[in-house]
């Protein structure tokens, strides 16, 4: 399952992770932020234990939204190190999120 990823606990679960991290920037409102969540899932099980899946509720969290220009949503992004490697905005299909996520594993 997907983490939940805070203000408070950005800094622990990505910036500070050793293993590849995709954030979901999602909200409740949002539909295609519906549409994405179920893949965002989907990939959170299947990359258990060689990446972080997680994902960050801009209504609640307006700290991590605001220092990255979440702009729109969803928003997408893959850290590495704790740097910013990639990102997707929009809805797109699992293959495409699933792609970048293992260009960060290679």
């Not at 997408?76 to 797109?92: S, T």
Request: charged share 25%; proline share 6%.
């Amino acid at each position: 399952m997907a983490l939940e990823i805070t203000d408070a606990n950005f800094e622990e679960l990505v910036l500070n992770s050793d293993k590849p991290v995709l954030v979901d920037f999602w909200a409740e409102w949002c539909g295609p932020c519906r549409m994405v969540g179920p893949v965002v899932e989907d990939i959170a099980k299947e990359y258990e234990g060689k990446a972080v899946v997680g994902k960050v509720n801009v209504d609640n969290n307006p700290g991590i939204s605001m220092k990255y220009g979440i702009r729109n949503i969803p928003a997408l992004l893959f850290f590495k190190g704790g740097e910013i490697v990639d990102k997707q905005i929009g809805a797109v299909p699992k293959s495409v999120l699933a792609e970048k996520l293992a260009k960060q594993l290679a």
